[in-house]
């Protein structure tokens, strides 16, 4: 399994770095065992440069987004992380938790925006029901 936070290994095959880069770049498929290799040896840099180059072979400059919201709900949390400025405890004066009709209407604003995508995202309130 990928570690996505690995630091990558001194490169001690340059050549077979180097090899599979220009494999992949001229559109050459390769083995997920390369690919491993390359994502273990190669330098970050040329990585991203092989993949864009590939890209731009496939989809031109062509770029494609979408229109995303996120909508904190309520900033109630019992989880307590240290690092976490956002939350307040129940009863807390500063405390929070927006209604159904005003979620309703901050996606509602929203999808009349064209946002497509609507992210949910809050503390973790175990009072609040439905
Ligand atoms: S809101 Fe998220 S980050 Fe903050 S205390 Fe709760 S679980 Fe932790």
Redesign the pocket.
Known sequence: MLDSFAIPETNTQPDKTASLLSKARSGERITFEEALFLYHHAPFLKLGEAAHHVNLKKNGERVAYLIDGNINYT?I?????K??A??RPHRHKEAWTLSQDELDQKIEMLISEGATQVLLR???NNMRRG
Do not use: A, D, S
Not at 77 to 81: K, T
């Open positions: 900033n949390c019992n989880v307590v992380c690092f976490c956002f939350y809050h503390g973790l």
